[in-house]
């Protein structure tokens, strides 16, 4: 049974920054590219950011492109994303997720491309 439990969210002003975690469990971590989603209010979940299963290949929505930064530790079965610069429009349920092919060529941007989903943080940014 895979589970993802992200931990880190929070309330902080614009120009903040916040460190997300999800911890993964249920099967081999390094064989499979995590991503972060995240859904505002009366919006579709969107894709923020992935990391393929190595970690050597990373890729990011343009709208948050230099401020944040995805990270993992195989050893610790862990995904990172560190946002910085935060905007009031980054307010959102962020979710993580895992990729649903073993070690995929390339790193998955479409939420079809996962199939295990955490609960997800809340992140709020005020003005």
């Known amino acids: 049974q895979v589970q993802l439990v992200e931990s880190g969210g929070g309330l902080v002003q614009a120009g903040g920054s916040l460190r997300l975690s999800c911890a993964a469990s249920g099967r081999t971590f390094s064989n499979y590219a995590m991503g972060w989603f995240r859904q505002a209010p009366g919006k579709e979940r969107e894709f923020v950011a992935a990391i393929s299963a190595s970690g050597a290949s990373t890729y990011y929505a343009d709208s948050v492109k230099g401020r944040f930064t995805i990270s993992r530790d195989n050893a610790k079965n862990t995904v990172y994303l560190q946002m910085n610069s935060l905007k009031p429009e980054d307010t959102a349920v962020y979710y993580c997720?895992?990729?649903?092919?073993?070690?995929?060529?390339?790193?998955?941007?479409?939420?079809?491309?996962?199939?295990?989903w955490g609960q997800g943080t809340q992140v709020t940014v005020s003005s």
């Open positions: 997720a895992q990729d649903r092919t073993t070690r995929r060529a390339g790193v998955p941007e479409l939420r079809i491309q996962y199939d295990y």
